[in-house]
């Protein structure tokens, strides 16, 4: 049985700088279709469109063509803010995630309050703490003991971390994660995903993962999408996808994307 | 000396209601991440609405209140160049004060207005009783601090701290920012209308200039403030604090220069250069920073 379509994109246009010599269509008619559950990585050279892709979910601007569905619901038009309710994000930029010069159980009651009506009640409550405390000692990264520290002392790969714990944290039906170990050592990149992965496995969550490494590309997820010039041009999944070797994916680039393989370096990883 | 001393009250009681002031540029400044120049207009403003319903026979606490009302529509005002019309803040806030000079030009119906204690039954705040001023300024100050601390506790406060750190987090956390903004702006220019409005009482007079500079008054204390308390701790009421702790350092410096008879006219000169300083400094020391970690990669490779 099939899962029930949790992301609908269709015919998404979007053009930066219309009207000038500078125009540059970023997504030029992309269909998407995610069921619930689908762990997709998406891959794709520089400029490809990957970002503009996770923006136009996102809701950073209005799109110039085509419509975002999100479990049945038409966002196309909703602010950022309101849709941030359904989505959980992590950046490339580890300072992007989260308000360094606030603590981390501030972050973390920020993210716990997310779509819901703020007042004047208690920004966080005693009671929230002992969950918090829990959450973060399943990281390892030891930030159960530092709970009232602030944010910006943190290393990337602990931001990162804390992140997607504050992006999981309501249940978002799709999880959006831009190269978020791009920034990070390997080693530390290596434990933020192990980490994704079990975030996204244990709560069943749908999720793009965008990444320039074509290994992690392949190891992570049960689908795989490669972007060229604001479409996408390869979509594997289950056992295709689990059998795929990098090797593979080059040569279905440079055929995908009609030769033009020998200039897109970035692709390598 | 007796003399120096003697006028130390004063400058007590105006470093704490300049503290006033300087707690609202704390708001937009250290919280929003606004530099906001509404300020040196919504002093005037709240002096002028203060004064022009007091010698109307309005009460001084209701006047008062006005006063913190008349500040919050600047702010409002602000928000909408800044935020609907996308005009960047410092120019927003410049647009406001601007039209704050001509709007309290009107209110005042002229240059200035005077309240003399002496008239007006019920002013709280004067020179004349510099002691029973100051129980007030105490009073007033506690209160501020401890409205704040709560207020910006709350998951409302909390949304605007998050606001000013990071907006793209923010949204991304569901916060409408352009509300936030809204609701600091507003709070802020409140807060310093009502050190207009305790101003006016305490020197007997409304005037058209009386907020020129305001911005960098308040910023050379808030910098003060928290050298000051940097050492004894984070907490954020002790932070407040310390803007009133360095709003009152600054007017006792300034005490001082007048008794030393050296040049008053200088002090705003020295003001701007200190802030100036202050704000420099830490962006300078990362400029070397960062200048030396890159010899130290190329000295790596
Ligand atoms: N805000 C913007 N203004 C103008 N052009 C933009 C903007 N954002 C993206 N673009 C352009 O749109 C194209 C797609 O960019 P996008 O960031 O989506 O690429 P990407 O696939 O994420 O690449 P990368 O791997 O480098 O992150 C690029 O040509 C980029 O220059
Ligand atoms: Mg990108």
Redesign the pocket.
Known sequence: MENKVMLQLTGIVKK??AGTVNE?V?LNGLDLTLHEGDFVTVI??????????LNAISGAWRVDGGTVVLDGQDITSLPEYKRSIFLGRVFQDPMMGTAADMQIEENLALASRRGKRKTLASGIRKAERAGYREMLSELGLGLEDRLSVKVGTLSGGQRQALTLLMAAMREPKLLLLD?HTAALDPKTAAKVLEITDRIINERKLTALM?T?NMKDAIAHGNRLIM?HEGRIIIDVCGEEKQKLTVEDLLGMFSKAAGGEFSNDR?ILS | MGNFLGSMPGAVAQGLIWGIMAVGVYITFRILDIADLTVDGSVCTGAAVCAVLVINGVNVWVAMLAALAAGIVAGCVTWFFHVVLGIPAILAGILTQLMLWSANLKIMGGANVAVSARQFEGIVFTQMDVGGSLIWLAVTAAVIIGALYLFFGTEIGCAIRATGCNGVMSRAQGINTNVMKLLGLALSNGIVALAGAVLCQYQGFSDINMGKGAIVTGLASVIIGEAVVRKIGKNFALKLAGVFAGSVIYWIVYQTVVFLKLDTDLLKMLSALLVALFLGVPYLKKQLGMKSSRGGAANGK
Request: positive net charge; glycine residues 22%; aromatic residues 6%.
């Open positions: 930066f700088n540059k970023a794709g050279g520089n400029g490809a469109g990957k970002s503009t892709m190269e965008i320039h972007m970035a």
